[in-house]
């Protein structure tokens, strides 16, 4: 992990209850099965120009309840093909926390009301920080589980698997 | 210290004691995706590299969200579905089944006490029958297809008690919607519920089945209710599985308790587009209509259906709404063809499709113009929802569906007071 280099904030329109039908509609979800394909059409119904404006390395930034709604994978799959680096919200819909780690995509849990759309950021994940560096203000990050983390380090769930032909958690 | 329902039945598919916040891996009974989400289970199962599934009678794969096929795209998916059961021979329902959450527990697949796992998100229904049954990705339902396991966070849980007769004309839908009104769509995140009261035992079965459906509009990761002798009548009817109802303790530890009377509640209705903006039927009569839906795993089986068809019967659907059914499954349309309901809804004017998801994720079976206005029997009614964002979904029982297609504008089900 990258944990002190500088990402980009991408801020929706919409903070709070952030759907996975917003994140990729199911009428695409049905249709395409490339990612990179997918990750075109993110956020389209609530912020058609959003898509376009994200970076490789930037950190997708919500309010309370990200990712709620449909189980799709596609959510999460399309959000870390887009380029994002990781999310930064108040709360997680709890599929959605399971899916993004499952596949390897960092979700972190901080207050990020003071956070606006491309502000520079800096995430330490080990010392449990985000910081806005632009405005000097640092916030905490609830700390990620310890068997979160192993899943993340091992590249997500199917290579942890795979390395362990199993699962390999500590104290579980 | 005494445990909920999910820490009983967690603790015994680890092996050991356990209690809210700790993480198991626990044994999976039964585990299934959809079309929608097989794919993906597919792609991470093969990148696993396993020569075949653990245990291939705790697995199926149900065709359901958009079934049959509206374009080349989604028959590929299809293709690849039965290409795969046929290489691991593993089972599945195909087009014409019905809706994977109706199958599940009407098949037999499951029973009280077990730990069920589907891609799909309102997986939770089954925790009306004593299941502990939530919703994953396709990455997690291909690491249970291979090892029978998954890990889990044990969850806290709130208790909500519903008590007081329910008034003609409202319904266990109506019951649901309001407390996800109280409670909010965030409201119970990574949580259990568990349900009491006597407004739930004096519920059938399926109308429990809409409840725990819904849990997870609320961020719930299960909806448990304990199993009395009409859920273990139930069950035992459908499943030769030996089940092993469980109950929570009287000391067990919960993160909040509700009490609700639901005794003067009227029928509810959620707003476009969140499912926590209720509001009673009586506030949106001057909302216009252009489509009606009765169907999904909330509301499509057969005292859904029936209670649309004797609100219809003899009526003509006004005519600028269209009306679609969609039975929960085939032996749901059987039955509904049987007593009638279905010549009543042709006679009405309604369009009876496919069992299946119907219209519900928009991908076929009627999906929204600009600007239009639908009512439905759904789960869910999110922007872009029915397969158009300038769409909007209204969500209510299927009484209320059906009174609004007769008059064409939102309408209290109680004006039908005789055929409630
Ligand atoms: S009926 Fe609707 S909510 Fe239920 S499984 Fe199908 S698409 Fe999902």
């Given amino acids: 992990m990258r944990p002190h280099k500088k990402h980009y904030a991408r801020r929706l329109k919409v903070a709070d209850n952030i759907n996975t039908d917003y994140v990729i509609s199911g009428r695409y979800k049905f249709k395409i099965q490339d990612p990179k394909e997918l990750a075109k059409h993110i956020f389209e119904d609530i912020d058609p120009d959003f898509a376009a404006r994200v970076r490789d390395g930037d950190v997708l930034v919500a309010g309370e309840n990200f990712g709620c709604g449909s189980s799709r994978e596609q959510a999460p799959q399309a959000l870390k093909t887009a380029g994002f680096y990781a999310i930064a919200a108040k709360s997680f819909a709890r599929i959605f926390y399971r899916n993004a780690f499952n596949i390897g995509l960092m979700l972190v849990e901080c207050d990020t009301d003071f956070i606006d759309d491309g502000d520079e950021l800096e995430l330490d994940i080990e010392k449990g920080k985000i910081r806005d560096t632009g405005k000097g203000l640092v916030f905490d990050v609830k700390p990620i589980p310890p068997t979160m983390k192993k899943l993340l380090d091992d590249g997500g769930v199917v290579e942890h698997f795979k390395k362990y032909g199993g699962f390999k958690f500590e104290q579980v | ?420």
């Fill in chain 2, 1 to 420: 210290m005494g445990k909920t329902i999910a820490e009983k039945i967690l603790s015994n598919h680890a092996g050991r004691d356990l209690k809210a916040g700790e993480i198991a891996i626990c044994d999976v009974d039964f585990c299934f995706g959809q079309d929608g989400t097989s794919s993906i289970i597919i792609d991470s199962f093969n990148k696993l590299g396993l020569k075949k599934v653990f245990d291939r009678s705790k697995f199926y794969m149900v065709i359901d969200h958009s079934a049959p096929s509206p374009n080349i795209g989604v028959s590929e998916i299809h293709k690849k579905m039965r290409n795969f059961a046929k290489t691991y021979d593993v089972n599945m329902y195909d087009i014409g089944c019905g809706v994977c959450h109706q199958l599940i527990p009407q098949k037999g697949h499951v029973t009280c006490g077990d730990v069920v796992l589907g891609a799909d998100s309102h997986t939770c229904t089954y925790g009306a029958i004593n299941v502990f049954s939530t919703g994953v990705g396709s990455t997690d339902l291909a690491i249970t297809l291979a090892s029978g396991k998954n890990w889990f966070r044990v969850p806290e849980t709130i208790k909500v008690i519903v008590n007081g007769k329910l008034p003609k004309g409202v319904y266990s839908k109506d019951v649901i919607l309001q407390i996800i009104k109280q409670i909010g769509a965030n409201g119970a995140t990574y949580k259990s519920v568990e349900f009491y009261g006597d407004t739930i035992t004096a519920m059938s079965v399926d109308a429990r089945l809409t409840i725990s459906n819904m849990a997870v509009e609320m961020g719930a990761k299960v909806g448990l209710m304990e199993a009395d002798d009409k859920v273990l009548k139930w069950v035992g009817e459908r499943s030769s599985k030996v089940p092993r109802p469980v109950k929570a303790d009287p000391d067990a530890r919960y993160a909040a308790v509700k009490s609700y009377d639901v005794s003067a509640l009227a029928p509810q209705v959620a707003r476009p587009h969140a499912v926590d903006n209720v509001s009673d039927v009586t506030e949106l009569s001057n909302v216009k209509i252009d489509q009606a839906f009765v169907g999904t795993c909330t509301n499509g089986r057969l005292e859904d259906l029936e209670a649309a068809a004797n609100i219809l019967k003899g009526k003509p659907v006004h005519p600028d709404v269209k009306f679609i059914i969609a039975p929960a499954s085939k032996e749901i349309y059987l039955q509904a063809v049987k007593k009638g309901f279905v010549e009543t809804f042709v006679k009405s004017g309604c369009i009876v499709v496919g069992p299946g998801c119907g219209p519900c994720v928009g991908t076929h079976n009627g999906v929204l113009a600009d600007g239009e206005v639908a009512i439905s029997t759904a789960n869910r009614n999110f922007k872009g929802r029915m397969g158009n964002p300038n769409s909007f979904i209204y969500l209510a029982s299927p009484a209320t569906v059906a009174a609004s297609a007769l008059k064409g504008r939102i309408t209290d089900p109680r004006e039908f007071k005789k055929r409630l």
